[in-house]
């Protein structure tokens, strides 16, 4: 059974930056595309950043240039850098997996994480 678990979130002032991991296990990582997805308070779950399992990423708007998703295959790990981070950005934070690119950009795969909250003070 796929397990997902977040870690690294928490309280950051605006402008400064947090690093998402998401430690997956019961799965052939390499195999698998891997997304991040947040959800704010009183708004729709949305897609962040997606990567491939050939490492191609894909980036909402609202991210572009200040977060990047990676991938560290031998530990079975997918990460999230956020940079300059805005009050906009509060939201708790997602890992989803999954064998079909397609499913993770679409948010219709059932590997989910349990999430990791993100605070960003103005």
């Known amino acids: 059974q796929v397990q997902l678990v977040e870690s690294g979130g928490g309280l950051v002032q605006a402008g400064g930056s947090l690093r998402l991991s998401c430690a997956a296990s019961?799965?052939?990582?390499?195999?698998?595309?891997m997304g991040w997805y947040r959800q704010a308070p009183g708004k729709q779950r949305e897609l962040v950043a997606g990567?491939?399992?050939?490492?191609?990423?894909n980036y909402a708007a609202s991210v572009q240039g200040r977060f990047t998703i990676s991938r560290g295959n031998a530990k079975n790990k997918v990460y999230l850098q956020m940079n300059s981070l805005k009050p906009e950005d509060t939201a708790v934070y997602y890992c989803?997996?999954?064998?079909?690119?397609?499913?993770?950009?679409?948010?219709?795969?059932?590997?989910w994480g349990q999430g990791t909250p993100v605070t960003v003070s103005s």
């Open positions: 990567i491939s399992s050939g490492g191609i990423t």
């Open positions: 019961g799965l052939t990582f390499s195999n698998f595309a």
């Open positions: 989803v997996g999954d064998l079909n690119w397609s499913t993770v950009v679409r948010g219709t795969s059932s590997n």
